[in-house]
């Protein structure tokens, strides 16, 4: 079965070569990433003596999940050494940013290959390896049985859908998860869907993203901005907009949407200096949503542009559409909004991470595509702390747009929602201290 689980994954990987060329000639990626996605990691993440635990994020938003569990662990398995692993460039750059002082090392996570994952294993000789979500990788879970590596996934997940695709491949399945150690998901419905695939040791914990680390220390909204969301707004002036709108995460498709819909909000009486704010969530795609703002005639800046003499700071300030083309900033603006939409949900993505402008009580606006984040737009949704609009075909768009006039106009209801919003997200704090909890007592 293993046999013809990696001959399926050979195949796939020739077939989708070309597609691996190509964005690594258009955009640059992967071919950085290559020789450590093959098992061959940098001398500097050898064994030092130290037990080693390595943490796997596939890419931002579950980095941003794993920081305030990394702090917790750290406390717990002082002398320990920590490596983390992502699979995307992003979660990439964003690991490599926040490495000082928080752990001991970033690599890309290997290919799912025997050989990658046995020299990888071989290079860094983990005792401990925590995986978050449900990034099940058949070789590499079996290999690290046979070596008696402890392996752990957090705020694991399994949707109806994957579920249902798991089902199909119920044997391999199996294997794999017979090969983990503890897995800990997020609600019990993930923990029944993972005990009827297989699974044995479970755990419920709650969902690691509900702990934002924003929330510890400053607490937003009544925080002061960071010195990163204070020099945004001395370059394009967010904190005297009196209508922003912040479009984070935003996926093709859904930038032609908002352009539609600020040119109908900007048509609405009081509405007229309505701004907009759209961070895209691939990098590769800046430059091409560049594009888009500019065929639509709106006044616009960059914020990669910004390195630049007074006079385009001042015609920055007046831009009526700004784009973030950067990386790790989107929360730091959040602050300055008036309505934040997360992307990838308009169009059949699955959704973005609702937490971050909850955690600024802002009202949010949503999209019918939130699969990858069922459980906590629902219980947004529950509490009336998010405006999701419906899968109407081609009223949906007409719907969104209302939705956001209608909170642009009602600011009373606009500040309701976000203050709901921002108490459920302090009464599901608290999965982090369980999970640190569920691994600690594993490791007895």
Not at 176 to 189: F, R
Request: with cysteine; aromatic share 8%.
């Amino acid at each position: 079965m293993y046999l013809l689980y990696s001959f399926i994954l050979s195949l796939l990987f020739a077939l989708l070569l070309p597609y691996f060329l190509y964005q690594a000639l258009r955009h640059g990626k992967y071919a950085g990433s290559f020789r450590e996605r093959l098992g061959r990691l940098p001398a500097g993440l050898g064994n030092d003596g130290r037990p080693t635990l390595w943490i796997h994020a596939v890419s931002v938003g579950e980095f941003l999940a794993a920081r305030p569990l990394v702090d917790s662990i750290r406390e717990e398995f002082a002398g320990w050494r920590i490596l983390v692993s992502t699979t995307t460039l992003t979660g990439q750059r964003l690991a490599r940013e926040h490495q000082p002082g928080r752990f001991d090392g970033v690599c890309y996570f290997p290919f799912d290959w025997m050989f990658s994952v046995r020299r990888a294993l071989d290079h860094i000789a983990p005792s401990l390896v925590i995986i978050l979500e449900t990034e099940l990788w058949p070789n590499f879970l079996r290999e690290c049985r046979r070596r008696q590596i402890v392996t752990i996934i957090t705020n694991g997940r399994i949707s109806p859908r994957s579920f249902a695709r798991y089902r199909r491949v119920s044997g391999l399945i199996k294997r794999t998860l017979e090969s983990l150690s503890l897995l800990v998901m997020q609600t019990e419905a993930d923990a029944e869907r993972a005990r009827a695939l297989g699974a044995s040791a479970v755990r419920v914990c709650g969902n690691l993203k509900y702990d934002v680390p924003m929330l510890d220390g400053a607490l937003p909204p009544t925080g002061s901005p960071s010195p990163v969301a204070s020099e945004i707004d001395r370059q394009f002036a967010l904190s005297t907009s009196p209508q922003l709108i912040v479009a984070g995460s935003t996926a093709p498709g859904e930038e032609q949407i908002m352009l539609a819909a600020l040119t109908e909000i900007r048509c609405q009486r009081g509405l007229e200096s309505a701004r907009l704010l759209v961070a895209p969530r691939h990098p590769e795609r800046f430059n091409e949503v560049a594009s888009l703002i500019a065929a639509s005639g709106f006044r616009y800046a960059r914020r990669s542009a910004m390195q630049a003499p007074a006079p385009a700071i001042a015609a920055a300030q007046d831009a009526e559409i700004i784009l973030l083309d950067t990386i790790g900033e989107l929360a730091a603006v959040y602050c300055f909004a008036s309505i934040v939409f997360v992307g990838g949900s308009l169009v059949p993505r699955g959704g973005h991470n609702i937490i971050e402008p909850a955690a600024f009580a802002r009202p949010i606006i949503v999209g019918p595509h939130t699969e990858n984040f069922r459980q906590i737009v629902a219980d947004f949704a529950e509490a009336d702390a998010v405006v999701q609009v419906p899968a109407t075909g081609e009223d949906m768009v007409g719907a969104f747009t209302q939705a956001l006039i209608r909170l642009l106009t009602d600011n009373q209801a606009a500040q309701a929602m976000g203050v709901r919003a921002r108490q459920i997200l302090l009464m599901n704090r608290g999965a982090t201290r369980c999970t640190v909890a569920a691994i600690c007592e594993r490791m007895r």
